[in-house]
């Protein structure tokens, strides 16, 4: 089993910034991808960025400019570093990391969850 624990939400102001933390740990061989995900009440969770073993990134639409993911690789790390934070963005936001476990078997781990709440 590989476990994800995830650090650095909280309650910001509107255009205030937060750092999100994500480790992961257990018996991992390799990472591909590190993600993060959001899901704020009444709606699905979405995609909000992810960076890939080779370092390429992808983000939503809404957070282009404003969020920056990285990783890394040496402590098994994945961070998002999110700026001009606006209510929009709060959400419960979620750690994913896929992989292998030794032996080669695949892993797609969830963290638990941390709360961003953007608020006056």
């Known amino acids: 089993q590989v476990q994800l624990v995830e650090s650095g939400g909280g309650l910001v102001q509107p255009g205030g910034s937060l750092r999100l933390s994500c480790a992961a740990s257990?018996?991992?061989?390799?990472?591909?991808?590190m993600g993060w995900y959001r899901q704020a009440p009444g709606k699905q969770r979405e995609l909000v960025a992810v960076i890939t073993s080779g370092s390429s990134t992808n983000y939503a639409d809404s957070v282009k400019g404003r969020f920056t993911i990285s990783r890394d690789n040496a402590k098994n790390t994945v961070y998002m570093q999110m700026n001009s934070l606006n209510p929009e963005d709060t959400a419960v936001y979620y750690c994913?990391?896929?992989?292998?476990?030794?032996?080669?078997?695949?892993?797609?781990?969830w963290g638990q969850g941390t709360q961003v709440t953007v608020s006056s």
């Open positions: 257990g018996r991992i061989y390799s990472i591909y991808d």
């Open positions: 994913n990391v896929n992989g292998l476990e030794l032996r080669f078997r695949r892993f797609d781990s």
